[in-house]
């Protein structure tokens, strides 16, 4: 691992001596380190299983993001796979803890990123939710896209897996079949970061939030907001803000448990059966 790191390090031109390293939070994925030299300081995350392209599908991601003013880490060098593990090496952000400012400041953040709308639904490139490859195929049609992009190919997956019941498959291909009823109206295509749970963003001792571990793509806000819901909420501060910058429909309430379906159904296939009841109480809400 050490090595690994060295080798990235040298891509930057840092040839000074590491001077400490510790493994720090970074998710059930990867491994990841803070990486301190006589340069500068570092986060990497390391990853021997994962596909080929994961990290530069996160680097594109983190891209798109700062280029449209959202706070990120700076990605600094990737080092793909060969004799040791692939690298991930990004500016080192030191986290402090959020606090009623930094909260709203967040909201503030994410409703900016929201702002960012295009004429089409998806990317002009796929990338990963979690390990899994998250297709991005553009379309003029947010329907289209959520029934086939997410929830259809989430489902071939979780065929694949195993892990959809002969009952969970035929309400889900009932519920897709319906989808227009239950999404009801025709959104903005917004810039999402796509995985924008609690554990997805940070803030630093200046109180400045950063958003990390993006799934980018262009859609319907909504469904970056519904996530947040799925494990716990924001802070009553952040969907303050967020309302008073970016106003959500009143019906949209209506629609979280159809967008959060699709997360569900990720964590069905990457965590197993615990999610399993979860899924099948949104489908039953939905076709019975």
């Not at 963003?201 to 109180?207: P, Q, S, T």
């Not at 569900?264 to 399993?276: K, Q, T």
């Amino acid at each position: 691992m050490k090595q690994a790191i060295e080798m990235a390090l040298s891509k930057i031109g840092d040839e000074t001596s590491i001077v400490k390293w510790e493994s720090v939070s970074g998710g059930s994925i990867n491994q990841a380190f803070y990486v301190s030299t006589g340069k500068q300081e570092y986060f990497a995350k390391l990853n021997r299983t994962a596909p080929d392209g994961f990290f530069k599908a996160e680097e594109k991601g983190l891209n798109i993001l700062s280029s449209h003013g959202i706070r990120v880490p700076k990605p600094l060098v990737l080092l793909p796979r060969g004799e040791t593990e692939m690298v991930f090496l990004m500016e080192w952000i030191s986290p402090a803890r959020s606090n009623k400012q930094s909260e709203r400041s967040l909201g503030r953040l994410v409703a900016n990123m929201h702002h960012n709308t295009v004429d089409m639904a998806g990317l002009d490139h796929s990338n990963y939710i979690g390990e899994l490859h998250q297709e991005n195929n553009q379309t003029d049609d947010w329907v289209t896209f959520y029934r086939d992009q997410r929830l259809g190919i989430m489902q071939d997956i979780a065929n694949e897996a195993g892990v959809l019941s002969g009952d969970r498959d035929r309400r889900l291909t009932k519920m897709r079949e319906r989808l227009d009823l239950f999404i009801g109206h025709k959104p903005d295509f917004s810039l999402l970061h796509g995985d924008l749970w609690d554990g997805n963003r940070l803030v630093n001792e200046n109180d400045e939030p950063y958003l990390i571990d993006p799934a980018v793509y262009y859609g319907d806000r909504e469904i970056d907001i519904a996530f947040t819901y799925l494990f716990g909420g924001y802070t009553e501060g952040f969907y303050a803000q967020y309302d008073a910058d970016y106003p959500l429909e009143k019906e949209w309430e209506d629609r979280i448990p159809v967008y959060q379906l699709y997360y569900l159904l990720v964590h069905l296939v990457l965590f197993g059966e615990s999610y399993g009841s979860a899924v099948d109480r949104i489908l039953q809400k939905y076709t019975t």
